[in-house]
């Protein structure tokens, strides 16, 4: 297990890597930082020249591939890290320098039990992409099919599991000395979430699982395509999937010269992850413009499932029925929903919460998207959350990524789309399909079924029997950590600082 000791030193030195970076100023400031942090922070900043403009996802990058992901997913919580660092590493590029073909080969050979020349008849020893988990590379099979190859990078798991361990260890001590607004952002949970996400990326048998499920879902939506998988070359740390032309939807001015409509490519995009997000409830929760391309005959094809989201039935109408009523401007039936679902507690007052989200939704309502983004109404949606004790909902956060992400590839396609225009009369339908009368009376005859299969059973644990919220699943559990004192931490510290002044004179004797 590792100890208190290594925990504080891996702190301190991504602490000076974020200090040169400027990404500590704004924690430290925050009145409502706690004091432990703060001091954590100054030692962190000692001998630092610090910039005048912070760059979170410099540093992000310049800490490691493990930091690479933290960035990303908290580039969705401006509550947590604030509105500018959330903007800033909505920025984060996943790209690092490949790892060498020879460790590539190994990795590939040694996944899928077979010489590389008996998988693939070519096999480019340059990737395409190099990202911080994985990097991509184009071959073609034994049978003549034009594949892109997704390769682990070779020590990542061990990589991540390390800084995951850091990370867990860090959010126990800040939720428990960090007073009542840690308690509210829940950070042991958000990383135990986050540690759940990991572990589905670095699996790439179950990215293609992912993806094979997308491919049935889209069916409904012609115009999304998803890549089909090669499960032969399928395995654990190596995945095979088509290879597709196409042209990605970063590239505004291509798209436009080969003659693509980019607006028609814009409601596509929408339509695609509102049908994924609000129909399916599993949606691809990594939505950015190097992850999408235009095919030749029209299509936006997705790739890259290693982050998938995933919210039940009642969740998703909640959603609708959120989006929809902001889109309508019916702010009291958004504040009962909130309070339905339990996301606001019972003791506020279910007027006062529709005031705060009318001064939210008011704003938005008939501008174009480039105006007033979905980012805003989110930013503006977390400004709210202190007010009403609401605590942090994990399982959304892929979602509310998503929909950030969604938003900005829609925009810079169709400068002029207003995503809510587009989504209104998707969202319409699919109410009156999930909420109108027949759907009401098949979902009591159902609910009648299984209550009375369950009534016999339900009388021998009645005493016991407490009904579980729907919207939420089950959260993951939370590691166990020993959580040191006060006291004891600053002996680990100064111990920690002394380890690495002893490294640092010993290396130097040494080279």
């Not at 410099?58 to 580039?75: D, R, S």
């Not at 609000?278 to 790739?303: K, T």
């Given at each position: 297990m590792t100890t208190a000791v290594t925990h504080l030193w891996r702190l301190l030195k991504w602490g000076r890597t974020l200090a040169r970076h400027g990404a500590l100023r704004g924690i430290e400031r925050d009145p409502l930082t706690p004091t432990p942090v703060r001091r954590l922070i100054q030692v962190a900043?000692?001998?630092?020249?610090?910039?005048?403009?912070?760059?979170?996802?410099?540093?992000?990058?310049?800490?490691?591939?493990?930091?690479?992901?933290?960035?990303?997913?908290?580039?969705?919580?401006?509550?947590?890290?604030?509105?500018?660092?959330?903007?800033?590493?909505?920025?984060?590029?996943?790209?690092?320098?490949?790892?060498?073909?020879?460790?590539?080969?190994?990795?590939?050979?040694?996944?899928?039990?077979?010489?590389?020349?008996?998988?693939?008849?070519?096999?480019?020893?340059?990737?395409?992409?190099?990202?911080?988990?994985?990097?991509?590379?184009?071959?073609?099979?034994?049978?003549?099919?034009?594949?892109?190859?997704?390769?682990?990078?070779?020590?990542?798991?061990?990589?991540?599991?390390?800084?995951?361990?850091?990370?867990?260890?860090?959010?126990?001590?800040?939720?428990?000395?960090?007073?009542?607004?840690?308690?509210?952002?829940?950070?042991?949970?958000?990383?135990?979430?986050?540690?759940?996400?990991?572990?589905?990326?670095?699996?790439?048998?179950?990215?293609?699982?992912?993806?094979?499920?997308?491919?049935?879902?889209?069916?409904?939506?012609?115009?999304?395509?998803?890549?089909?998988?090669?499960?032969?070359?399928?395995?654990?740390?190596?995945?095979?999937?088509?290879?597709?032309?196409?042209?990605?939807?970063?590239?505004?001015?291509?798209?436009?010269?080969?003659?693509?409509?980019?607006?028609?490519?814009?409601?596509?995009?929408?339509?695609?992850?509102?049908?994924?997000?609000?129909?399916?409830?599993?949606?691809?929760?990594?939505?950015?413009?190097?992850?999408?391309?235009?095919?030749?005959?029209?299509?936006?094809?997705?790739?890259?499932?290693?982050?998938?989201?995933?919210?039940?039935?009642?969740?998703r109408m909640w959603l609708a029925e959120i989006l929809y009523g902001l889109i309508t401007g019916n702010y009291r039936r958004v504040a009962e929903i909130h309070f339905e679902a339990q996301y606001v507690p019972s003791h506020h007052n279910v007027d006062e919460f529709a005031t705060a989200l009318r001064a939210v939704g008011e704003p938005m309502r008939g501008l174009p998207v480039k105006s007033i983004s979905v980012g805003r109404m989110l930013e503006g949606l977390f400004s709210i959350t202190r007010d009403f004790d609401m605590q942090t909902q994990p399982h959304l956060l892929l979602l509310q990524k998503t929909m950030v992400m969604n938003e900005g590839v829609a925009t810079a396609l169709d400068p002029d789309i207003n995503m809510w225009e587009t989504a209104e009369p998707f969202l319409r339908e699919w109410m009156r399909s999930e909420l109108g009368p027949e759907a009401y009376v098949a979902d009591r005859l159902i609910a009648t079924s299984r209550s009375l299969r369950k009534l016999p059973d339900l009388i021998d644990r009645i005493d016991a029997y407490f009904p579980k919220p729907g919207a939420a699943p089950p959260p993951p559990p939370l590691a166990e950590v020993e959580v040191l004192q006060p006291q004891s931490a600053w002996r680990l510290l100064l111990v920690a600082l002394l380890a690495g002044a002893i490294g640092t004179v010993a290396g130097a004797l040494l080279f």
């Open positions: 900043q000692i001998g630092t020249r610090v910039p005048e403009r912070p760059d979170y996802a410099a540093a992000m990058k310049a800490i490691g591939p493990a930091a690479i992901k933290l960035g990303q997913a908290l580039a969705t919580r401006p509550d947590l890290v604030g509105a500018e660092a959330a903007e800033n590493l909505l920025q984060l590029q996943d790209s690092l320098p490949p790892a060498p073909f020879a460790a590539i080969r190994r990795q590939v050979e040694s996944a899928l039990d077979a010489p590389l020349e008996s998988l693939y008849t070519r096999f480019d020893e340059e990737p395409v992409g190099a990202a911080s988990i994985a990097q991509v590379h184009r071959a073609l099979t034994t049978d003549g099919k034009d594949v892109a190859v997704k390769v682990l990078r070779p020590g990542i798991e061990e990589e991540f599991a390390r800084a995951l361990e850091t990370y867990e260890w860090a959010a126990a001590h800040v939720e428990i000395h960090g007073g009542d607004e840690a308690l509210r952002l829940r950070p042991r949970l958000v990383v135990a979430y986050f540690r759940q996400w990991v572990n589905r990326e670095l699996d790439l048998q179950r990215e293609a699982a992912s993806a094979s499920e997308l491919a049935e879902n889209m069916v409904a939506e012609p115009g999304f395509h998803i890549p089909e998988i090669d499960w032969r070359r399928t395995a654990r740390r190596v995945m095979t999937l088509e290879w597709l032309d196409g042209t990605k939807l970063s590239n505004r001015e291509r798209l436009i010269a080969e003659g693509h409509d980019v607006r028609q490519l814009a409601a596509t995009l929408v339509r695609g992850f509102l049908r994924q997000a609000v129909v399916d409830g599993f949606f691809h929760a990594d939505l950015h413009q190097g992850n999408l391309f235009a095919l030749r005959d029209g299509r936006i094809a997705a790739i890259d499932f290693g982050i998938m989201g995933r919210i039940n039935r009642q969740a």
